[in-house]
């Protein structure tokens, strides 16, 4: 089965930077798209960012564009979102999922992590 463990979430000032990672556990992780995801309280899961199991194709929600970077490393089985110039906005909860299908939607996906917490501060 698969395991995916997010880490690398914080308390940052706006206008700084954080590194999220996920390890996978399990053996076909070239099989999959990674995706990352995010949720604040009141409000439903949102997409991120995405990479194609190929590292080929790369997919970002319009909020991130500019600021947010998605890159994966199939030898380590790791995918990570560099997050940079944080707004207050930034601040919920991510998560780490893998998808056969992938896209923008939780339904593309079929496993997903505990979450890692992210706060961005005035």
């Known amino acids: 089965q698969v395991q995916l463990v997010e880490s690398g979430g914080g308390l940052v000032q706006t206008g700084g930077s954080l590194r999220l990672a996920c390890a996978f556990s399990?053996?076909?992780?070239?099989?999959?798209?990674m995706g990352w995801f995010r949720q604040t309280a009141g409000k439903e899961r949102e997409f991120v960012a995405a990479i194609s199991w190929s590292g080929r194709r790369l997919y970002y929600a319009d909020f991130v564009k500019g600021r947010f970077t998605i890159s994966r490393d199939n030898a380590k089985k790791t995918v990570s979102l560099q997050m940079n110039n944080l707004k207050p906005e930034d601040t919920a909860v991510y998560y780490c999922?893998?998808?056969?299908?992938?896209?923008?939607?939780?339904?593309?996906?079929?496993?997903w992590g505990q979450g890692t917490q992210v706060t961005v501060s005035s």
């Open positions: 999922a893998a998808g056969s299908l992938g896209g923008g939607s939780n339904s593309g996906y079929d496993h």
């Open positions: 399990g053996r076909t992780f070239s099989s999959y798209t």
